[in-house]
């Protein structure tokens, strides 16, 4: 009825544009064979487990833990390690595409297939993304790892010397006869306080859906059958005789135990209670998340061109909540032969701009300086001109001054015969 935890594949990958480049060119790898320390054996022996028994992990990105949780003999599970994450890439929220650098969070199955002994990382393995769910939902990506050398690209980083343990819990399964083990990756611990701060978040549908499967385990403490129907997760649910779980259609009608689902019911039951009380607490707020595919895609273009070898900003943009895209105002280029040879090209290509730059100028100034040299030839031409009109101007203007007192001198005289005719005119008439 519950699935077996088998899936602790190392992932043999290469980033590309997203995930983490392991190429895997070491010949001989010791580390891979290294034993689990002495501490570890003796706290597995006290919990009632041996050494070959039967492994899953559980990961959680904001409190950025990674759990190993070991099969006891009475078949439950219970944790023997918990692990600080060195690096994590992207924010909380799911793998939508590749390249976005998220990465991701599900329910995926490790085969010993996955599993890298020579991995570029020291050690690692292939969480197995896609799962169906992804494929299901048109979500793209490959290479995404559990390594070490604490470096990430979309993968779950560790230091070398927490793969090493990590890696043997999975190789011990494996020799013990486990053919797969699963590996849950959660945004957060999914209690109810947990939830109610994210509880506007765009991904909080999916992560209600995760919930499920993160219930099931809390309340059986075995890995959750997990299969996929209708685009979505389905958990610890039998199909009937015949029938199959189709990833894009229709869901099957499904049982499951009595005893399950009044375990469930209970503990639901006492979850909606918390909840409801965490809506009225204080609480931390929120962590950013993505904002989806829409955010996803901005991010992957930004990785493309940078693995071209383009000048980019530093970080990946964040698409903002009123639709506006935040970059960092820090540029730089991915130091790779890509990211050399785009340099290259950049500088000709400046140097190539300047140097047309610098010619047009020069064309420029001499039009500027020819044009200038015309205007000053033009204006002393018009000044030899305007000298040498200059003396007959005044002498036309002097000629009428100098006329001047003879015009007045006869408009005088004209007067004084008029005056002089009038008189003799009356003396006649009265005989004066």
Known sequence: MFAKLARTGVLVASIAIAGCNDSSMKDFAPEANKPLPDKILADMKAKGMVRTSSVMARIFKEEGKLEI?????????????SYDICKWSGKLGPKYTEGDRQAPEGFYT??????????????????????AYDRANGRTGQNLMVHGACSSSGCYSMTDAQIEQIYAFGRDAFQGGQTEFQVEAFPFRMTAANMARYRSDPNYEFWKML???????????VPPKVDVCEKRYVFNQV????????????????????????????????????FTGALKASVPPPRPTIAGIKEASIVSDWSKRRARGERVPIEPPSLNSNGTVTETARMGR???????????????????????????????????????????ALAEKEAAKAAKEAPAATATIAAPTEAAPEAETQAANADESRVTKLKNKLLGMFGG
């Open 239 to 274: 199909a009937p005789d015949g029938q199959t779980f189709d990833p894009t259609g229709p869901c099957p009608a499904t049982t499951q135990p009595d005893s399950l689902k009044s375990a469930y019911n209970a503990y639901q039951s006492t979850y909606d209670a918390a």
């Open 110 to 131: 490790v085969r010993p297939s996955q599993m890298n002994p020579r991995s570029n990382y020291h050690l690692s393995f292939n969480i197995g993304f896609p799962n």
């Open 334 to 376: 991915i130091d790779s032969p890509a990211g050399r040879k785009m340099a290259a090209l950049d500088a000709e290509k400046a140097a190539k701009q300047k140097a047309e730059e610098q010619r047009l100028a020069a064309i420029e100034a001499a039009k500027q300086a020819k044009e200038a040299a015309k205007a000053q």
């Open 211 to 221: 919930k499920v499967g993160y219930d099931n385990f809390e309340i059986t403490k």
């Open 69 to 81: 949780w070991k099969a006891k003999t009475n078949g439950r599970y219970d944790m023997v390690a």
